[in-house]
């Protein structure tokens, strides 16, 4: 799996943690479940299926019983997520947050319900409700819709299968058919360390957004060079079982799409300042050439792993519970160093998708090609990138 940095560069004036992941945030937990199935002609609700989920675990414990504090922010609103009002209302996140394609929100978000029941008996007893967060992007150029192929199975392997360390990026999970700047998109991931390393942040995009001459890497004008070639379109007849396909007739460009971004650091951030950090992401994103087209769904969600809040904190015979917490100093070159901190982190994870990526061919032989790796780094070498 080839990431930014492997072409020779160094994004960015802040350092990356050891993985330069989200995992670098002490205890966060990446699952994905990639499912790929069929070729030829769509045949709705049947497939091809070139789609997947993505699970995001602020710890390994029982995110109901210890909630994280978190907060949602919303750049554009095309889209069709779950569970943020809750999270703006309370400040918290209890449940796993949870990436699929646009037709699965409800499924994935019902499976979420079913497992936390499962890991929660008081759920539905004595205590009343568990919030889910499912997010989405299209993947419909590639993929069957229709068949909302993320079933229940698939969500609970998701976030059993969530684990530490590196995280895989490109066509996986809720990546699997996404397609960004007109190129295979996916999911990255990225993270920054400050303040002598004592704190990390880290960001996950799913990323399937962008009009192709706007793509931006590093500030250099790549998407300029691809403006009439390597276009989403479908792979003639004669070559669709070519290892390396010919080049595609165009067709109509997938749309603009939307990006899921999620945020977690292990500063003790209030909810205040965790949305103050979410609104930044932004800024990441359109350092990549995004300018959020009127048909993009652009969401963030952030954490923070500090200063847990149990359960039973909620409940109406414990008023006046006191319960001392770290807090994170909200000066300004605290929060200046953190913003800075996210929008890196977010324009790395989003560039880590497009080279992580690989040429993908789905229903009705629509091909995405990757971002051809050599003519990056050449180009990158042209504008003195590296």
Not at 131 to 143: A, K, M, Q
Not at 180 to 196: E, N, P
Not at 312 to 341: C, G, I, Q, Y
Request: glycine share 10%; aromatic share 6%; with cysteine.
């Amino acid at each position: 799996m080839a990431r930014l940095r492997d072409l020779g560069v160094t994004p960015g004036d802040l350092p990356a943690g050891p993985l330069n992941a989200i995992t670098d945030v002490p205890g966060v937990r990446v699952g994905h479940v990639t499912l790929i199935a069929g070729s030829g002609p769509l045949r709705p609700g049947v497939g091809p299926v070139r789609t997947g989920a993505t699970a995001v675990l602020p710890h390994a414990g029982n995110l109901f019983r210890e909630k994280v504090a978190a907060a949602v922010y919303t750049i554009n609103g095309y889209g069709k997520v779950a569970g943020f009002e809750q999270v703006r209302e309370l400040g918290t996140l209890e449940a796993p947050i949870l990436l699929t394609n646009t037709m699965n929100v409800p499924l994935v978000a019902d499976a979420a319900g079913t497992y936390m029941m499962r890991a929660t008996p008081e759920l539905g007893m004595s205590a009343s409700s568990g919030n889910r967060v499912v997010g989405e992007t299209s993947d419909g150029f590639l993929n069957d819709l229709r068949g909302r192929h993320v079933r229940e199975e698939h969500v609970w392997r998701a976030i059993e299968s969530a684990a530490e360390g590196p995280v895989v990026e490109g066509n996986v999970g809720a990546g699997t058919g996404t397609i960004c700047f007109g190129f295979k998109g996916g999911i990255g991931t990225a993270s920054r360390r400050l303040f002598d390393g004592a704190v990390t942040v880290g960001a996950l995009v799913q990323s399937n957004f962008g009009s192709r001459p706007h793509l931006l890497v590093m500030g250099a004008p790549i998407g300029r060079h691809f403006r009439d070639r390597l276009l989403p379109g479908t792979v003639p007849a004669a070559t669709e079982k070519q290892e390396t396909p010919a080049p595609s007739t165009p067709t109509e460009p997938p749309g603009q799409g939307s990006i899921m971004i999620v945020l977690a650091t292990d500063a003790p951030a209030s909810t205040h300042f965790l949305e103050r950090m979410a609104k930044r992401a932004a800024f990441g994103l359109a350092r990549t050439g995004s300018v959020c087209e009127d048909v993009s769904g652009d969401f963030v969600i952030a954490f923070s792993t500090t200063n847990r809040v149990p359960q039973h904190m909620r409940e109406p015979e414990r008023p006046t519970e006191r319960v001392e917490a770290a807090r994170l100093s909200e000066d300004a070159w605290t929060a200046s160093a953190l913003f800075a901190a996210v929008v890196e982190a977010v324009e790395e994870a989003i560039l880590n998708s497009l080279v992580a990526a690989e040429t993908m061919i789905g229903r009705d032989d629509h091909i995405a090609y990757a971002l051809p790796r050599d003519e990056l780094a050449e180009l990158l070498t042209y504008y003195h990138r590296r």
